[in-house]
């Protein structure tokens, strides 16, 4: 990374090479939609260096500890297939560390052995090695495919085909699905809907378990996360709300396919209009109209944006991240009048192409979209066509330092900033924070470039 400088600005076309990748590897998304629920242990079944790289991704982003057991590959594993190791895992996890559920997915080693995780779960079950009341799910997570997005969306949709319950009598509740968000982000689709008046479900959530007080006692399983009862009731729930389709969707088909709790996928509520169908989406759920609260909410965000509008006007932006978080992003600073031009994920998805391609029909400009790209080519992109701001993770810095662009933090992982775990980017709330943050490195760029004649004290 510290030899950007040299990126060409020359694009080459290349077909079977990744150059600083936009993505990572699947079991750290079905590590961190696990650790969303309550008392579960995270299971990696693989070698102890994939475990150790994904436990370390998550700590380093959420500053928190993050336990996580290993099947600990080694030679005879990985010849002759894991399954004793697992069934030995699950023995000891249960005995030793006593969670409520233990949340398995697998490695590239595991899947191309051909592991099979039902059968061994099946296999400790009829051994009595999982007690009475306890549980072992399993999601399959091959990383040569997807990415740490499509392991989150496997191990939700595991959790509740593996959980969820219809006992025959709807519970009045809404299943939310909140995709890959922050702690804090979850918090406030929680007090949102509970404002609205919604009684919900949200799977997963990791308030309060990755973002968590110091209290100066240790707790293995602290008191957030949902609950093994809240995940069998989403059977029963009158309906399901599910932000992004490649977080979310996934499961929620599955809980209206199997279950018949109809579902309707959003966008992540990051920015105005995504947050308006959000908050529109649970008014007509609960029946309600919109409480003062949220309307004096939204009054604040539409303030600030018509307040500082002339700074965000025709700035043109690079976003690299994952394609839920940028589809809502990307309507967002169109909304305001910004020119976002270039923008990678490194999932996969050509409907990722395409909905950029229809948000951004209306700009001025031409505009860049890649599914499935790395962020050398984001680098030379932004070289044949400068911008004025670059909004992603903390590998972005390389880029920002060495073509001299304010640089916002934003989507996984954010290696060397605090912020993101209390303070919430979706909801009108979250909007204002995205608005300070970009308005606070545009107006530091331009205080610093200003010359003495137009240096103003007033902004
Ligand atoms: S890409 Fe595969 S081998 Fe590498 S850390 Fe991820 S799961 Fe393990």
Same mark, same amino acid.
């Given at each position: 990374m510290?030899?950007?400088?040299?990126?060409?600005?020359?694009?080459?076309?290349?077909?079977?090479?990744?150059?600083?990748?936009?993505?990572?590897?699947?079991? +750290?998304?079905?590590?961190?939609?696990a650790?969303?629920?309550?008392?579960?242990?995270?299971?990696?079944?693989?070698?102890?260096?994939?475990?150790?790289?994904?436990?370390?991704?998550?700590?380093r982003?959420?500053?928190?500890?993050?336990?996580?057991?290993?099947?600990?590959?080694?030679? @005879?594993?990985?010849?002759f297939?894991?399954?004793?190791?697992?069934?030995?895992?699950?023995?000891?996890?249960?005995t030793?560390?006593?969670?409520?559920? *233990?949340?398995?997915?697998?490695?590239?080693?595991? !899947?191309?052995i051909g592991?099979? $995780?039902?059968? +061994?779960?099946?296999?400790?079950?009829?051994?009595?090695?999982?007690?009475?009341?306890k549980?072992?799910?399993?999601?399959?997570?091959?990383?040569?495919?997807?990415?740490?997005?499509?392991?989150?969306?496997?191990?939700?949709?595991?959790?509740?085909?593996?959980?969820?319950?219809?006992?025959?009598?709807?519970?009045?509740?809404?299943?939310?699905?909140?995709?890959?968000? !922050?702690?804090?982000?979850?918090e406030?689709?929680?007090?949102?809907?509970? =404002?609205?008046?919604?009684?919900?479900?949200?799977?997963?959530?990791t308030?309060?378990?990755?973002?968590?007080?110091?209290?100066?006692?240790?707790?293995?399983?602290?008191?957030?996360g949902?609950?093994?009862?809240?995940?069998?009731?989403?059977?029963?729930?009158?309906? /399901?709300?599910a =932000?992004?389709?490649?977080?979310?969707?996934?499961?929620?088909?599955?809980?209206d396919?199997?279950?018949?709790?109809?579902?309707?996928?959003l966008?992540?509520?990051?920015?105005?209009?995504?947050?308006?169908?959000?908050?529109?989406?649970?008014?007509?759920?609960?029946?309600?109209?919109?409480?003062?609260?949220?309307?004096t909410?939204? @009054?604040?965000?539409?303030?600030? *944006?018509?307040?500082?509008?002339q700074?965000?006007?025709?700035k043109?932006?690079?976003l690299?991240g994952?394609?839920?978080?940028?589809?809502?992003?990307?309507?967002?600073?169109v909304?305001?009048?910004? $020119?976002?031009?270039h923008?990678?994920?490194?999932?996969?998805?050509?409907?990722?192409?395409?909905?950029i391609? !229809?948000?951004?029909?209306?700009?001025?400009?031409e505009?860049?979209?890649?599914?499935?790209?790395?962020?050398?080519?984001?680098?030379?992109?932004?070289?044949?066509?400068?911008?004025?701001?670059?909004?992603?993770? /903390?590998?972005?810095?390389?880029?920002?330092r060495?073509?001299?662009?304010?640089?916002v933090?934003?989507?996984?992982? +954010?290696?060397?900033?605090?912020?993101?775990?209390?303070?919430?980017?979706?909801?009108?709330?979250?909007g204002?924070?995205?608005?300070?943050?970009?308005?606070?490195?545009? $107006?530091?760029?331009?205080?610093?470039?200003?010359?003495? !004649?137009?240096?103003?004290?007033?902004?």
């Amino acid at each position: 990374m510290t030899l950007l400088r040299h990126t060409p600005k020359e694009i080459t076309e290349r077909s079977a090479l990744t150059i600083n990748p936009a993505k990572t590897c699947q079991p +750290i998304g079905a590590m961190y939609a696990a650790l969303g629920i309550h008392g579960c242990l995270p299971h990696s079944h693989g070698s102890q260096g994939c475990c150790a790289y994904h436990r370390s991704a998550l700590t380093r982003h959420y500053k928190e500890p993050v336990s996580a057991a290993t099947s600990s590959f080694t030679e @005879g594993a990985s010849v002759f297939g894991g399954q004793a190791n697992l069934l030995q895992a699950i023995e000891n996890i249960f005995t030793v560390y006593e969670p409520e559920i *233990i949340a398995v997915h697998t490695t590239c080693l595991s !899947e191309t052995i051909g592991d099979d $995780l039902n059968q +061994i779960r099946d296999k400790a079950q009829k051994e009595g090695k999982i007690p009475a009341g306890k549980h072992v799910i399993g999601a399959s997570t091959p990383s040569y495919v997807g990415s740490h997005v499509t392991g989150f969306s496997n191990m939700v949709k595991s959790a509740v085909a593996q959980l969820a319950e219809s006992t025959g009598h709807k519970n009045g509740k809404v299943n939310i699905l909140p995709g890959w968000v !922050e702690p804090s982000d979850m918090e406030e689709i929680k007090r949102l809907a509970t =404002l609205v008046g919604v009684d919900s479900i949200l799977l997963p959530d990791t308030s309060g378990v990755l973002n968590g007080p110091l209290s100066g006692e240790y707790k293995m399983f602290p008191e957030g996360g949902t609950t093994v009862e809240e995940i069998k009731a989403t059977g029963d729930a009158i309906g /399901t709300l599910a =932000l992004g389709e490649w977080c979310s969707a996934d499961a929620a088909r599955l809980l209206d396919s199997q279950f018949k709790v109809p579902c309707k996928v959003l966008d992540m509520p990051f920015g105005l209009k995504a947050t308006d169908r959000f908050i529109d989406a649970l008014r007509t759920v609960a029946g309600v109209s919109v409480p003062n609260e949220i309307n004096t909410e939204r @009054g604040q965000l539409v303030d600030l *944006i018509s307040d500082m509008h002339q700074y965000f006007y025709h700035k043109k932006v690079a976003l690299v991240g994952d394609p839920d978080q940028l589809i809502a992003m990307t309507e967002f600073l169109v909304s305001i009048d910004m $020119l976002p031009v270039h923008i990678v994920t490194g999932t996969p998805g050509k409907a990722f192409e395409r909905r950029i391609r !229809e948000i951004t029909k209306e700009l001025p400009c031409e505009v860049n979209v890649k599914a499935k790209g790395d962020m050398f080519l984001l680098h030379q992109w932004i070289k044949n066509e400068p911008v004025d701001l670059l909004l992603g993770n /903390t590998y972005c810095k390389y880029i920002a330092r060495d073509e001299d662009i304010p640089f916002v933090r934003f989507g996984f992982p +954010i290696l060397d900033r605090v912020g993101h775990q209390y303070f919430p980017s979706v909801g009108y709330k979250g909007g204002l924070r995205l608005l300070e943050k970009i308005l606070g490195v545009l $107006l530091d760029r331009k205080d610093r470039d200003d010359p003495e !004649e137009t240096f103003e004290l007033v902004l």
